[in-house]
């Protein structure tokens, strides 16, 4: 079956970085655009970036363009987001998105905090 | 880019009442539509798709409409596991998969 774990969250002074990873499995990982998609704590969903099939396109959410940078390792069936200059607003719960038309897979998501 | 927007951000029901959700897409998403539920703690759960097509399991009370920009969700005749976030998301025109910002449905 379909599964997507995420890891690499954790607390981080403001300022600092942090990389995401999502390990995939079940799937023919090379065959998907993969998301990652974040949760601030009671708020809604807002997407980060996403990830064509072979790396090639890449895309980012204004908020984050230019600090965070994605990527993946279709021989690892790996997807992973390097977050750099980290700040208060950029604590969420951060999730690994397998897309897939109108029904994605999601991670269970990895928190991560930003705070002195 | 296209941008959805819900209204209202919080609707406060009254179990056995009717809830209905809008979501505004910035420009047409022909019938790309798909409504979601999440609860505190889990991950969105898929409701609708195509506009009005139920996904697997979800319960005949919730209903959806629309094309081009304007879509509804409707939920007939709210029950206490309904009280939750919803979620539209287009998927016409990716990347990215726009959701709107969500709807609060709490009891009234």
């Known amino acids: 079956q379909v599964q997507l774990v995420e890891s690499g969250g954790g607390l981080v002074k403001p300022g600092g970085s942090l990389r995401l990873s999502c390990a995939a499995s079940?799937?023919?990982?090379?065959?998907?655009?993969m998301s990652w998609i974040r949760q601030a704590p009671g708020k809604g969903l807002e997407w980060v970036s996403d990830i064509s099939y072979r790396g090639t396109t890449v895309n980012y959410a204004d908020s984050v363009k230019g600090r965070f940078t994605i990527s993946r390792d279709n021989a690892k069936n790996s997807l992973y987001l390097q977050m750099n200059s980290l700040r208060a607003e950029d604590t969420a719960v951060y999730y690994c998105?397998?897309?897939?038309?109108?029904?994605?897979?999601w991670g269970q998501g990895t928190l991560v905090t930003v705070s002195s | 880019e296209i941008v959805m927007t819900q209204s209202p951000a919080t609707l406060s029901v009254s179990p056995g009442e009717r809830a209905t959700l809008s979501c505004r897409a910035s420009?047409?998403?022909?019938?790309?539509l798909a409504w979601y539920q999440q609860k505190p703690g889990q991950v969105p759960r898929l409701l609708i798709y195509d506009t009005s097509t139920r996904a697997t399991g979800i319960p005949a009370r919730f209903s959806g409409s629309g094309s081009g920009t304007e879509f509804t969700l409707t939920i007939s005749s709210l029950q206490s596991e309904d009280f939750a976030v919803y979620y539209c998301r287009q998927y016409n025109n990716w990347p990215p998969w726009a959701f709107g910002q969500g709807t609060k449905v709490e009891i009234k």
């Open positions: 420009q047409s998403v022909s019938s790309n």
């Open positions: 998105v397998k897309e897939s038309g109108y029904d994605p897979y």
């Open positions: 079940g799937f023919t990982f090379s065959d998907y655009y």
